[in-house]
């Protein structure tokens, strides 16, 4: 088959990941940074515990740090407002998902590189083209810019809560009923399929259910774990073109969930309820799928984060709405309140 379709990939050209990998990050924007001043993204716990760091480890480059809210329209256009007179040429996001997606989208919008330095390992979205910036409607990752470089500190995301990094392994884990997706999307619909980053994204959920035993609380190592097969998931997405190998029915479900209420849980939380029915539904190995979610902590029942029955069973019904093009095992019509509720039952997610 001749390939007429030219398809442009970039990777970060430096990534440090481990303990104290923070000191890099001077050496890391003098190469990044064209011309001007660099500018840091961040939050009000997230400056405390890594953007001041980085201030102190800057030296010789004029920088600028905005400390915002919420990845959404508003605060990115606060942002772009905020710079109009600026001459940025790196942008830094410092913090957790929301931080590292507004600094990735304003990078990604200004032309200039984008450096990811997470705090917490919440999501495959710190080493990803994709950003998540919300229209108070519906979240869906939108094509931003891959890292340039990426700094990830175990130790600082070390001190995130536990959660974070367990809701960031069930993102990755959850790769596996995305890509059963794709499959069937190549295979049905005659979908545009890479069988390179198919083939990466499996490994990524593999690697971290055959390791499950290594994902626990106040463990480094379990940072170094979740962070490294975060990389190779953003790696994925990044050959793919799309989130494609990393989001199938199971984002569906989340992100149906962030639309019609997703209580106290995280997108990685979201994830994990939405990948066991997936599975269930593909008809994989949904219950080994739950016992790893449990190993490592996660959450499967949408009561533990406040949400009922029938917000779960609306949820799984209408999920295919929130991206018609994207065909996944949940078909191109709503599932009726009896199947989703006996699917949801089954996998005891209510
Ligand atoms: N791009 C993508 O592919 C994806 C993007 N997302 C997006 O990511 C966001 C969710 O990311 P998530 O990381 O869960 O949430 P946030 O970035 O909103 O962070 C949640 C809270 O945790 C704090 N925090 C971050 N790191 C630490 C730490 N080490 N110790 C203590 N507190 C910490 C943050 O501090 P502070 O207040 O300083 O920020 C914030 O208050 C959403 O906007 C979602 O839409 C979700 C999935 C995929
Ligand atoms: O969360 C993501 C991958 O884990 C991004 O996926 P979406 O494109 O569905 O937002
Ligand atoms: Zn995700």
Redesign the pocket.
């Known amino acids: 088959m001749i390939f007429n379709k030219i398809r442009s990939m970039h990777f970060p050209n430096d990534v440090f990941i481990g303990h104290n990998a923070i000191v890099n990050i001077n050496d890391v924007v003098k190469k990044n940074l064209r011309s001007g001043e660099a500018l840091i993204i961040?939050?009000?716990?997230?400056?405390?515990?890594?953007?001041k760091y980085i201030e102190k480890l800057l030296d010789d480059i004029q920088y600028n740090v905005l400390?915002?809210?919420?990845?959404s329209i508003d605060t990115l256009n606060f942002i772009k407002n905020e710079i109009k007179n600026s001459k940025i040429g790196v942008v830094i996001g410092v913090?957790?998902?929301?931080?590292?997606?507004l600094a990735?989208k304003t990078a990604a919008d200004i032309g200039v590189p984008f450096i990811s330095v997470?705090?917490?390992p919440?999501?495959?979205?710190?080493a990803?083209p994709?950003?998540?910036?919300?229209d108070g409607k519906s979240?869906l990752?939108v094509e931003?810019v891959m890292p340039s470089a990426i700094v990830a500190d175990t130790s600082?995301?070390?001190?995130?809560?536990y959660r974070?990094a367990a809701?960031?392994a069930a993102?990755v884990i959850a790769n596996i009923t995305a890509v059963e997706d794709w499959r069937l999307a190549y295979r049905l619909k005659g979908e545009e399929f890479s069988s390179t980053a198919a083939i990466i994204s499996e490994y990524t959920s593999k690697e971290l259910m055959e390791n499950a035993n290594m994902i626990q609380p106040g463990m480094e190592e379990s940072i170094w774990l979740i962070t490294k097969e975060i990389l190779a998931s953003g790696t994925a997405?990044a050959i793919a073109g799309t989130?494609r190998p990393?989001?199938g029915s199971e984002h569906l479900f989340?992100h149906a969930l962030?639309v019609l209420g997703r209580g106290t849980s995280?997108?990685?939380e979201q994830?994990a309820m939405g990948s066991l029915v997936s599975m269930y539904l593909q008809g994989g190995d949904w219950i080994k799928l739950k016992e790893t979610y449990k190993k490592i902590g996660v959450q499967t029942k949408a009561s533990e984060y406040g949400i009922s029955d029938d917000i779960a069973i609306k949820a799984l019904s209408i999920a295919h709405r929130l991206r018609p093009e994207r065909y996944t095992i949940l078909g191109e019509t709503d599932l009726s309140t009896r199947v989703a509720e006996k699917a949801l039952k089954i996998t005891g997610i209510i």
């Open positions: 961040t939050g009000n716990k997230t400056y405390e515990l890594a953007g400390i915002v809210d919420g990845a913090g957790g998902g929301s931080k590292i997606d990735k997470p705090t917490a919440s999501h495959d979205g710190i990803s994709r950003a998540s910036i919300s979240v990752s931003a600082i995301m070390l001190k995130a809560p974070f809701a960031g993102d997405m989130s990393a989001s989340a962030e995280m997108h990685g994830v």
